[in-house]
């Protein structure tokens, strides 16, 4: 959708991270570390498709694997700016209704049909009440 409408979309990320994912919150952190070093989508990459075998090494493995400088990564894991920002967006999350992940939005709306036919419908729908 982002290479069909450059002009008229955006994608934004927030994070929610479930309480019944020992390392959700982890997860979260760590690919804002990575944001700080321009890797937060190879990160978050990594984790979707390691989901199943996410642990404190596997997070640490990752991020060797992607060539991240440890030190700093270690120390944007400790940050109080990111775990601010998960707070935020749990928090947002939980005031418009988000009860899980994925959740996707369009233009505010709650979207149901999560396949991509039903992604391309609401994003068209919402274009053609814009023009």
């Given at each position: ?8 979309v955006k994608l ?15 997860s979260a952190t ?67 209704g988000v009860r ?32």
């Open positions: 959708m982002l290479d069909k409408y450059p002009d008229n934004v990320v927030k994070h929610f991270p479930l309480s019944n994912h020992k390392y959700a919150q982890k760590a690919a804002l570390a990575a944001n700080a070093q321009g890797k937060f989508w190879e990160f978050h990459s990594k984790l979707l498709k390691n989901y199943k075998v996410i642990n404190d090494a596997k997070i640490q493995d990752i991020a060797k694997e992607l060539g991240l400088d440890m030190e700093k990564f270690a120390k944007d894991m400790q940050s109080p700016d990111v775990k601010n920002l998960i707070t935020r967006d749990v928090n947002n999350g939980r005031q418009i899980g992940t994925p959740t996707i939005f369009i233009n505010g709306k709650l979207l149901k049909n999560k396949s991509l036919v039903g992604i391309l419908q609401m994003i068209e729908a919402e274009l053609k009440k814009k023009s």
